[in-house]
């Protein structure tokens, strides 16, 4: 696969380049939006929620945006993935090339919109008088989990995405789902501890959670959570990368 990749590594930048571009085509605010959307989506919970969870949850607003940031990142990474084959059959039906790249370079483009919210995120952290560590340098992992999941993801998803077109939208109904599960603006304390464990069945609530914790609690979270993060991250792209071996060439059929 890295050999695949370094072959074909001007047609994978000029992907990303084109995957960038694209979404802020003929926008006035431009990459601006990467920004804006989880912060309005913000300004709203806050708004909604803070009188109601404010109260209990320290530092409520790094709560939510952390949640927020997480989040926006999966959902962008994994729906762009979805329609990454069906969205360039027109070239991988004419030019021989992986077609992993064409969802490697979605990966990448989400990757860098992370990356952009995140630097606002830091800066809200900074106004709360949250204080910097050392500790922060560990998101590293936590990012790289999230980035080898969303890619696992987006195999499976693209896979699926291919043969049923229906997918868009029970993903649709599973993404608005699942935000609600992963604890973005409320605590798992309030239920029982037996409850609690279900949570971390939700591989997006445990890397919003450990994100939480060096930011907030300034804790380094534990070698089982760690082994966590990274079960989840290798089970979604092993799955993916054993779809995309085997039903590989009967993708063309079906595009």
């Known amino acids: 696969m890295i050999d695949k990749l370094r072959k074909n590594q001007f047609l994978f930048e000029e992907l990303v380049k084109r995957d960038f571009k694209k979404k802020y085509k003929k926008t006035v605010l431009g990459v601006l939006w990467s920004m804006l959307a989880p912060l309005l989506t913000l300004l709203v919970m806050a708004v909604v929620f803070s009188h109601l969870f404010g109260r209990t949850i320290p530092h409520f607003l790094i709560y939510m945006f952390a949640g927020n940031l997480v989040f926006f990142y999966f959902r962008e990474s994994t729906s762009g993935g979805m329609n990454a084959l069906v969205a360039n059959a027109g070239i991988f039906t004419k030019v021989n090339v992986p077609k992993y790249l064409f969802l490697f370079s ?41 980035l080898l999941f969303n890619i696992g993801m987006g195999l499976i998803l693209s896979a699926l995405f291919v043969i049923f077109r229906d997918i868009q939208y029970l993903y649709d109904i599973f993404t608005m789902m699942l935000m609600y599960m992963s604890a973005i603006f409320y605590s798992i304390e309030a239920y029982p501890a037996r409850m609690q464990v279900f949570f971390h069945l939700n591989p997006v609530y445990v890397y919003i959670t450990y994100f939480r914790m060096i930011i907030i609690d300034g804790a380094v979270p534990s070698v089982s959570f760690h082994l966590l993060c990274v079960f989840y991250a290798l089970l979604a792209f092993l799955i993916g990368a054993y779809i995309y071996k085997k039903y590989n060439y009967r993708f063309l059929y079906y595009v």
Do not use: E
């Open 106 to 146: 979605k990966n990448i483009s989400s990757l860098i919109n992370f990356g952009l919210t995140l630097i606002i995120f830091f800066i809200f952290v900074a106004a709360d008088g949250l204080p910097f560590s050392w500790k922060f340098l560990l998101l590293i992992y936590p990012i790289g989990c999230l």
